[in-house]
């Protein structure tokens, strides 16, 4: 199993709807997880971070994360076309907190 | 502005010629990394650094060198390109303990070896 898995995509939402971002991860990482967001030929910036089981809410954006089943996903309520981009998930890895490791990240369409 | 900025952005080499990427950050920030991006493989760490002077490897060190003589700093050096370092890459600094903080990215630089 990958360190952190996510589905490649494209997942395509209609605009206003729920976008549902998801990640899953092994033993091999910590636990604190970061959701980056990266439009097409741009650097990622960070929109969410979570260290607790449970939910995390930060405007349209709602981080879960779920120990026991070893997911965190990443909700946009009301979605926008300029959500349009890849979203990545990343978490240090367990056994050294200077590594950290990304999925593949997985690829937002927003269609009007 | 806080920022962290690479240079060149872009580049076309050929097999075997020396190059550095620049990599620099005024937010004094203790931790900085490099990574490489390429299709369907996400972002990967060839090297970071915790501190001046100290730097180690990451998932994909071979190939690479860094250096961290200077806080602010921290260049990519490719001793003898091939094409399989085609990628497009990223430096990435933080404060404290670094993987555990928010990455603030450069613009990346896109690197063809020919």
């Known amino acids: 199993q990958k360190e952190v898995e996510q589905n490649s995509g494209p997942l395509s939402v209609p605009e206003g709807a729920i976008a549902s971002l998801n990640c899953t991860y092994s033993d091999r990482v910590s636990q604190s997880f970061f959701w980056y967001r990266q439009y097409s030929g741009k650097s990622p910036e960070l929109i969410m971070s979570?260290?607790?089981?449970g939910d995390k809410e930060d405007g349209r954006f709602t981080a879960q994360l779920n120990k026991a089943s070893q997911y965190v996903s990443l909700l946009i309520r009301d979605s926008q076309p300029s959500d349009s981009a890849t979203y990545l998930c990343?978490?240090?890895?367990?056994?050294?907190?200077?590594?950290?490791?990304f999925g593949s990240g997985t690829r937002l369409s927003i269609r009007p | 502005e806080a920022q962290v900025t690479q240079n060149p952005r872009y580049l076309i080499t050929v097999t075997g010629k020396k190059l550095t990427v620049t990599c620099s950050q005024n937010m004094n920030h203790e931790y900085m990394s490099w990574y490489r991006q390429d299709p369907g493989l996400g972002l990967r760490q060839i090297y970071y650094?915790?501190?001046?002077?100290?730097?180690d490897k990451g998932d994909v060190p071979e190939g690479y060198k860094v250096s961290r003589k200077e806080k602010r700093n921290f260049p990519l050096i490719l001793e003898s390109p091939s094409p399989n370092q085609t990628s497009l890459y990223f430096c990435?600094?933080?404060?404290?303990?670094?993987?555990?903080?928010?990455?603030?990215f450069g613009p990346g630089t896109r690197l063809t070896v020919l």
């Open positions: 979570i260290y607790s089981n």
């Open positions: 990343a978490s240090p890895r367990d056994s050294s907190a200077s590594k950290i490791i």
């Open positions: 650094s915790m501190n001046v002077e100290v730097t």
């Open positions: 990435a600094s933080s404060t404290g303990q670094g993987s555990y903080n928010e990455q603030f």
